[in-house]
C-alpha cells in the first residue's frame, strides 16, 4: 500500500486552472489504479477520475469530463488532477488514493492522502 500525500491545492478563480499532485512514497504496482476524490463541506465524498497505473487508461466522472484532466508521471511516482475552467462547484477537499479494483466507490480505495483544498472564487 503506497503513501499518498496531496499538494497544489488552493484559491483560484472561476475560470482558471490548477494542478494537483500526489506523490507517493513507494512503488505503486501495475495492478494499481490511482483515484481523485473530492469532499465538499456537508457532503459525501465523491468520485472524479482514476487511472490505471500500468496502461495509463482514465475514466472520469460525468461532472468532470471535459475540464478535468488525471494523467501520472511513473519515474517520480505521482498521479497529477488537472483542473481547467474552475466553476465555483468545484470547491472542496480533494483527495488520492489507491485501489486494485476497477471501482469508483471510496470504499474500495484502500490507501489515502489526506487531502488538499481547492476554493474557486467567483
Known amino acids: 500500500q503506497a503513501q499518498l500525500v496531496e499538494s497544489g491545492g488552493g484559491l483560484v478563480q472561476a475560470g482558471g486552472s490548477l494542478t494537483l499532485s500526489c506523490a507517493a512514497s513507494g512503488r505503486i504496482f501495475s495492478s494499481k489504479l490511482m483515484g481523485w476524490f473530492r469532499q465538499a463541506p456537508g457532503k459525501e465524498r465523491e468520485f472524479v477520475a482514476r487511472i490505471r497505473w500500468s496502461t495509463g487508461a482514465t475514466y472520469y466522472a460525468d461532472s468532470v469530463k471535459g475540464r478535468f484532466t488525471i494523467s501520472k508521471d511513473s519515474a517520480k511516482n505521482t498521479v497529477y488532477l488537472q483542473i481547467n475552467n474552475v466553476k465555483p462547484e468545484d470547491t472542496a477537499a480533494y483527495y488520492c488514493?489507491?485501489?486494485?479494483?476497477?471501482?469508483?466507490?471510496?470504499?474500495?480505495?484502500?490507501?489515502w492522502g489526506q487531502g488538499t483544498q481547492v476554493t474557486v472564487s467567483s
Open positions: 488514493a489507491a485501489t486494485t479494483q476497477a471501482s469508483i466507490s471510496p470504499a474500495s480505495y484502500t490507501s
